[in-house]
T-cell receptor
Framework: RKEVEQDPGPFNVPEGATVAFNCTYS??????FFWYRQDCRKEPKLLMS???SGNEDGRFTAQLNRASQYISLLIRDSKLSDSATYLC????????????FGQGTTLQVKP | ETGVTQSPTHLIKTRGQQVTLRCSSQ?????VSWYQQALGQGPQFIFQ???????GRGNFPPRFSGLQFPNYSSELNVNALELDDSALYLC????????????????FGPGTRLLVL
């Protein structure tokens, strides 16, 4: 079983749609969680951290469910510019600076 | 931009050759991590360097080695290249507290695309 699992998609949605991505992780002792965004042929960039209380940044909402070892990202009112690959990232309990990435979920927002 | 730079941007090598990739960290950062991203996959952790010492390693063979210099820049060396080494190699810099336990966000460079023929 992979340490971090995501549905690779692709998710094809129209502009203005709401889309949700899910991610599960295997290490129950994991301590930090993030969503990164990666545009085609570019480097990953931090989108937002994920907290148990949930956090929101504009149209983006991230949630963490530690009991289910599940992380989610919700994008409301999708824009064409949201088209990218979204990577779920976990830092395991032993903090050696190792980021564990999921495979990534590809989103394509269509006009 | 993150302020993290990598060179070269692209590289073509043949099986069995050796390659050195370079990374300059963001100003004020003391730690560099290296990742390998194969096509269609998420990045995989290779190793991290903190204050010129290796600080954690992923599941990569010894032919993957690295260095960190006093100015916190870093090199990734890969010996005896194999076809499966073809990938995007990313470095990420961050600031680690003097205790080495607390890390801030890792910022990625643009990567080096390596093709092994």
């Amino acid at each position: 079983r992979k340490e971090v699992e995501q549905d690779p998609g692709p998710f094809n949605v129209p502009e203005g749609a709401t889309v949700a991505f899910n991610c599960t992780y295997s290490n129950s002792a994991s301590q930090s969680f993030f969503w990164y965004r990666q545009d085609c042929r570019k480097e990953p960039k931090l989108l937002m951290s994920v907290y148990s209380s949930g956090n929101e940044d504009g149209r983006f909402t991230a949630q963490l469910n530690r009991a289910s070892q599940y992380i989610s990202l919700l994008i409301r009112d999708s824009k064409l510019s949201d088209s990218a690959t979204y990577l779920c990232v976990v830092i395991p309990s032993s903090n050696t600076g190792k980021l564990i990435f999921g495979q990534g979920t590809t989103l394509q927002v269509k006009p | 931009e993150t302020g993290v730079t990598q060179s070269p941007t692209h590289l073509i090598k043949t099986r069995g050759q050796q390659v050195t990739l370079r990374c300059s960290s963001q100003s004020g950062h003391n730690t560099v991590s290296w990742y390998q991203q194969a096509l269609g996959q998420g990045p995989q952790f290779i190793f991290q360097y903190y204050r010129e010492e290796e600080n954690g390693r992923g599941n990569f063979p010894p032919r993957f080695s690295g260095l960190q210099f006093p100015n916190y820049s870093s090199e990734l060396n890969v010996n005896a290249l194999e076809l499966d080494d073809s990938a995007l190699y990313l470095c990420a810099s961050s600031l680690v507290s003097p205790r080495g336990a607390d890390q801030e966000t890792q910022y990625f460079g643009p990567g080096t695309r390596l093709l092994v023929l």
